[in-house]
């Protein structure tokens, strides 16, 4: 997140889906053995699926929400343990209530917060966002967090991981000269923050080896931006076969079913992608370089050059 590490110290993760076996596999794709032995003493994780199931933090009773006896085990444990920063993935498995109550959210990160005052450690919760329906922004995000606005608002901050659009994973495809999963390429930003504004967008590509998402924002940022330029004798170009053809009765469409259409032509002779020709186009028509005209060879429109 472009910060950087002030102190280092004891990690506690609990998982409440993944299993020790899932675990270790993650672990060795992502470090040599050296550095697994660094670990020992310093990291811990506790699969719950194998270490008797899912007990519940934060319950209802009559009501009223409620931190669990689990929750308190939990807390000792981090005192006793010394442990600088402790994790829980992923809420709802822990959470054995509505999340779409504002009180529950608010009942789990006063006892959070009260947790890491005493402790002077931090503490991070992993949380499910809504599936489907596409994700253009932080601002639809934010609103794709699962549950009440409060699991949001009550935490110092919140970071939001989400798949990128359909359009932009084609572009990143023909700037990195490889296909891409819907999971491949991902963005993320800060949606909510105590101490500093919304960051900005960052791109993240997932490494084929690790699974780890590796931050490319700025590398793709300045080829997408090269990608997504075209030469400035482009609309010249353009605009002159756009006349010749219109003189030989064969004129280019502005429809994109069309077998006539003029992008597909602008996607060969620029080599750009097709969200790039259309952009262009949809400039250059509004500019008047291109207009739609009724032509009679065809009997139908066209598009000629001004």
């Not at 003493?41 to 931190?67: K, Q, S, W």
């Not at 994700?135 to 990128?164: E, K, M, N, T």
Request: hydrophobic letters at 40%; a neutral charge; proline letters at 4%.
């Amino acid at each position: 997140m472009g910060g950087k590490v002030a102190q280092q110290g004891k990690v506690l993760m609990v998982t409440a889906e993944d299993s020790k076996n899932a675990i270790h596999r993650r672990l060795n794709l992502i470090m040599s053995p050296d550095q697994h032995k660094k670990l020992i003493g310093n990291l811990f994780i506790v699969p719950l699926p194998d270490a008797g199931g899912t007990r519940p933090l934060l319950e209802c009773v009559g009501g009223h929400y409620l931190m669990t006896a689990a929750w308190d085990d939990f807390c000792n444990n981090v005192i006793k343990m010394g442990i600088l920063c402790s994790f829980m993935d992923p809420w709802q498995a822990v959470a054995a209530v509505d999340a779409n109550d504002p009180a529950a959210g608010q009942c789990y990160w006063s006892s959070v917060s009260q947790l890491c005052a005493e402790t002077k450690s931090a503490h991070l919760t992993s949380h499910h966002m809504r599936k489907g329906g596409e994700i253009d922004g932080i601002a639809s995000a934010r609103a794709a967090i699962r549950g009440s606005s409060a699991l949001v608002d009550g935490s110092r901050l919140s970071y939001a991981l989400w798949p990128a659009m359909a359009d932009d994973r084609i572009m990143t495809e023909q700037v990195l000269g490889t296909p891409l999963g819907p999971l491949d390429l991902i963005h993320g930003a800060v949606v909510k923050s105590n101490d500093f504004g919304m960051s900005d967008v960052a791109t993240y590509v997932r490494d084929r080896v690790s699974g780890l998402l590796i931050d490319c924002s700025e590398q793709l940022a300045e080829q997408i931006e090269e990608a997504n330029t075209l030469p400035a004798s482009a609309m010249h170009e353009t605009v002159l076969e756009a006349t010749v053809r219109w003189d030989r009765g064969v004129p280019f469409s502005k429809a994109p079913q069309s077998d006539r259409w003029i992008g597909a032509w602008i996607m060969h002779q620029f080599k750009c992608s097709r969200p790039v020709a259309i952009k262009y186009l949809r400039e250059w028509i509004s500019r008047g370089e291109l207009v739609q005209e009724w032509c009679k060879e065809i009997r139908s429109n066209g598009l000629r050059g001004r």
